[in-house]
């Protein structure tokens, strides 16, 4: 079992940066590749990002320059950097986990955190 925590999220303008963090326990945490996901109002859940333990990071191709993600392994806790933010990033964004392997479908994840809310203003 893992259980997941997301903090950070809040109401900025456009241009701002924010970084949400996503604090991870259980056992084994660090066997999981842990992801960003994102869903805005009346759409689907999307994949943002994602890192294994071996720090590599993964981007989806419209997040790529913006955003990044990163893992401290010590404190079992994985960050998303998010800059030039924009008001189409409006969204509820997941800390996810699956174990062992890259899987960027949202249906596919083992563990969700409970969501943090990000609202950009124009």
């Known amino acids: 079992q893992v259980q997941l925590v997301e903090s950070g999220g809040g109401l900025v303008q456009a241009g701002d940066s924010l970084r949400l963090s996503c604090a991870a326990s259980?056992?084994?945490?660090?066997?999981?590749?842990m992801g960003w996901f994102r869903q805005a109002p009346g759409k689907q859940r999307e994949f943002v990002a994602a890192?294994?333990?071996?720090?590599?990071?993964y981007y989806a191709n419209s997040m790529k320059g913006r955003f990044t993600i990163s893992r401290d392994n010590a404190k079992t806790t994985v960050y998303l950097q998010m800059n030039s933010l924009k008001p189409e990033d409006t969204a509820v964004y997941y800390c996810?986990?699956?174990?062992?392997?890259?899987?960027?479908?949202?249906?596919?994840?083992?563990?969700w955190g409970q969501g943090t809310q990000v609202t950009v203003s124009s």
């Open positions: 996810a986990a699956h174990k062992y392997t890259l899987v960027t479908d949202p249906d596919s994840q083992d563990y």
């Open positions: 259980g056992r084994t945490v660090t066997d999981y590749y």
């Open positions: 890192i294994n333990w071996n720090t590599r990071a």
